[in-house]
């Protein structure tokens, strides 16, 4: 799988945070590795995860809910005017993701996060949200700089 898969697999089992409780995740997550989704030919319907790519994203997907609380008090410091807990589910999965990529993930510099982040707005959110996410992580990875 390319980087940019396991990225939209990550923000894929992110998203179901907001509709499943804590209990259910382990499920959710177990489900989501039985019966991978995508969207394009019936062949790669059949293709499994490779394991060290289902590890891989499972440690991910961990340490970013584990961040949560963090991750959403950088996106309201940055996001003036709106308070993560009022953004849409879809945006605020992906600057979770996001957010948690450029501050925590060394393997992934600043602006690919960004750029991977404005992808994931042009395939899963509304017209808006390519433009107000791209917003966000600049100001973010501005203040990141200062530090």
Same mark, same amino acid.
């Given at each position: 799988?390319?980087?940019?898969?396991?990225?939209?697999?990550?923000? #894929?089992?992110?998203?179901?945070?907001?509709?499943?409780?804590?209990?259910?995740?382990?499920?959710?997550?177990?489900?989501?590795?039985? $019966?991978?989704?995508?969207?394009?030919?019936?062949?790669?319907?059949?293709?499994?995860?490779?394991?060290? $790519?289902?590890?891989?994203?499972?440690?991910?997907?961990?340490?970013?809910?584990?961040?949560?609380?963090?991750?959403?008090?950088?996106?309201?410091?940055?996001? #003036?005017?709106?308070? *993560? *807990?009022?953004? %849409? #589910?879809? $945006?605020?999965?992906?600057?979770?993701?996001?957010?948690?990529?450029?501050?925590? $993930?060394?393997?992934?510099?600043? %602006?690919?996060?960004?750029?991977?982040?404005?992808?994931?707005?042009?395939?899963?959110?509304?017209?808006?949200?390519?433009?107000?996410?791209?917003?966000?992580?600049?100001?973010?990875?501005? *203040?990141?700089?200062?530090?």
């Amino acid at each position: 799988m390319t980087r940019a898969q396991i990225r939209e697999d990550i923000f #894929k089992l992110l998203f179901r945070i907001e509709f499943n409780s804590i209990e259910d995740m382990p499920a959710q997550i177990q489900h989501f590795f039985e $019966d991978p989704q995508t969207e394009d030919d019936e062949e790669e319907k059949s293709h499994r995860i490779p394991e060290d $790519d289902v590890q891989y994203m499972k440690r991910k997907y961990e340490n970013i809910v584990s961040r949560i609380p963090e991750l959403d008090a950088l996106i309201d410091s940055a996001a #003036k005017g709106w308070k *993560s *807990s009022r953004l %849409g #589910k879809v $945006d605020l999965t992906i600057l979770r993701l996001a957010v948690y990529e450029m501050k925590y $993930d060394e393997d992934i510099p600043v %602006g690919v996060a960004i750029n991977e982040a404005v992808e994931l707005a042009k395939k899963f959110g509304q017209d808006e949200s390519p433009s107000f996410i791209n917003g966000i992580l600049a100001k973010l990875a501005k *203040s990141t700089e200062n530090e």
